[in-house]
């Protein structure tokens, strides 16, 4: 029995299509839980709560990242340094 090209599954792409649903799911929870997060604390205006919607990716810093400690990268790295 011969295979035609539509029987073949290109895995790869497969692969990368699921990653991306993956993400769009995260991303649909993350932004749905700082939602329901915004209307339980009653923001004042609409600005606010789609600001807090927007920056919902957005980690708190750690202890580790307060002034003082080394930082790995610069703020700008085009700039040159001064000394």
């Not at 810093?61 to 340094?81: C, F, H, T, Y």
């Amino acid at each position: 029995m011969a295979t035609s090209q539509h029987d073949v599954i290109d895995f790869p792409a497969l692969e990368r299509e699921l990653q991306v649903v993956i993400e769009s799911e995260r991303k649909y929870v993350r932004e749905n839980e700082a939602k329901l997060r915004a209307v339980s604390q009653r923001v004042g205006s609409y600005s606010e709560f789609r600001d807090l919607v927007l920056t919902c990716h957005l980690k708190p810093l750690e202890k580790k990242d307060k002034d003082g400690a080394p930082r790995k990268q610069p703020w700008n790295p085009v700039a040159p340094r001064n000394k």
